[in-house]
């Protein structure tokens, strides 16, 4: 007797069959270099407000806005949109499929990492869609986006709870970011044997500084979201740009937003190195 196939089997063979496709690797290497281009405009405006009179602290979103205020700016940010697209679905990739793990019996790490992605995809793509409504004219606003969905949190049965939950999760993301920094163990991601000595050692140090940042900027973010949550205020959530800028109002503050801001830089090489070297597994 023939065991029956779920649906799931049956819709699992096409989409293997599409992220298999060798278009899908170019499209995620234009992904990394979106995602560098992006940080390396929110890292640079930072260093500014730290160093200088001018610059601000914004997130990837302002990042955006000031790709389109550019000479040319809705062709440049139309072909950062398709990168950034590229990258969410590399990322839906790696949900669905986890390729750098294929074959491996699945434990809790990897179903972490799996969530990881997944939040990362979604992220991504509401960034792209972001940069889409720019591209046509309906995406700029004072609205903050964090404060928009802690308020729709907050005000649900046990809202206080998720969202004082979502800050401790962002809270151990940035704590993991610093192990992952300590230990540089991103470097296995690497093709290691096309880079030459220099490119091995730029690479690690950019990372280990970049994620070091990003972590830092985690931190903030799931700090803030712990207080909105104990203090049921959602105003009080803050997103990349607002953990910026609560750097910058510390004592020493111009110097502690400039060593962040130059972190976000050394990340947005990274991600170009990423996007030169990575090791992009796709699904067999």
């Known amino acids: ?47 500014q407000a730290a160093f200088t009179t001018g610059g601000k602290t914004t997130d990837t979103s302002g990042a955006l806005e000031t790709i389109l205020d550019q000479p040319f700016g809705k062709f440049l940010l139309a072909l950062v949109a398709i990168g950034l697209i590229g990258y969410a679905l590399w990322r839906v990739v790696q949900t669905v499929f986890d390729p750098e793990h294929a ?24 960034l792209a869609l972001t940069a889409v409504k720019l591209i046509t004219g309906n995406g700029k606003g004072n609205s903050n986006a964090t404060q928009d969905w802690t308020a729709r949190l907050i005000a ?13 999760v962002v809270i151990g993301v940035g704590l993991s970011y610093l192990y992952q920094a300590y230990k540089a163990d991103f470097q296995r991601h690497f093709q290691r044997h096309q880079m030459s000595e220099t490119e091995r050692k730029w690479a690690k140090w950019l990372g280990q500084f970049g994620i070091a940042a990003r972590g830092i900027v985690f931190g903030i973010i799931g700090s803030f979201l712990v207080l909105a949550a104990l203090h ?7 997103g990349l ?43 067999q």
């Open 232 to 238: 049921d205020d959602a105003t009080e959530a803050i």
């Open 1 to 47: 007797m023939s065991r029956r196939k779920s649906p799931l089997s049956d819709l699992q063979q096409p989409a293997r069959q599409v992220a298999a496709q060798p278009w899908v690797e170019p499209l995620a290497r234009c992904g990394y270099a979106a995602k560098g281009i992006v940080y390396l405009i929110v890292g640079f405006l930072a260093a």
């Open 156 to 168: 649900q049965p046990w809202g206080q709870g998720l969202v004082c939950l979502a800050g401790l």
């Open 103 to 126: 074959g491996e019996p699945m434990k809790a790490k990897q179903l972490v990492q799996r969530l990881g992605y997944a939040f990362s995809a979604t992220a991504y793509i509401g």
């Open 241 to 283: 740009g607002g953990a910026l800028a609560a750097l910058a109002q510390q004592p020493y503050g111009a110097w502690l937003l400039g060593i962040v801001a130059l972190g976000l830089i050394a990340y947005s090489f990274y991600s170009l190195i990423e996007a030169r070297y990575r090791r992009i597994a796709q699904p």
